[in-house]
């Protein structure tokens, strides 16, 4: 009879270590999916292209805020018939953006990770999905802003 109930103990006991394993797994592959930047319900529709110059270290995935306020996503970045760089927005269905709205490539934080930052304008006509911004602005290029003041160009040197 005793090995009866010790049986059914280590029963119980690994049926605990089983759940509790699981639960572990489950928050492990949720950490990943958010640092990752990923999700799991797009709440995308609203589809919009930006054409720049230099997208310095944009890359896809790349967040798209409004006021600090993530909208969106980097969706793919492909190069245009002008080799320049043609950037494609996921962004919240029902946002409403004016034709006017302009597209900068910004840089956050100290590690430098790159987004795209909208700029509302005022005009009343809105951009409809698969449309484009009329008004960008590249990335600011670190490594030109300092060859400009090391070698003193612009700024009325030789």
Known sequence: MSGEGNLKATSNRDLAVGIFV???LTFVG???????????SEKGGLVLFATFDDIGGLSARSPVRIGGVKVGRVESIDLDEDLRARVRLNLMRDLELSIDTAAAIRTSGLLGDQFVALEPG?????LASGEDFSFTESATNIDKLIGTLVHGEGLGGD
């Open 22 to 24: 699981l639960i572990g």
């Open 122 to 126: 005022a005009e009343d006509e809105l």
């Open 30 to 40: 949720y950490l990943s999916l958010q640092i990752g930047g990923l999700s799991l």
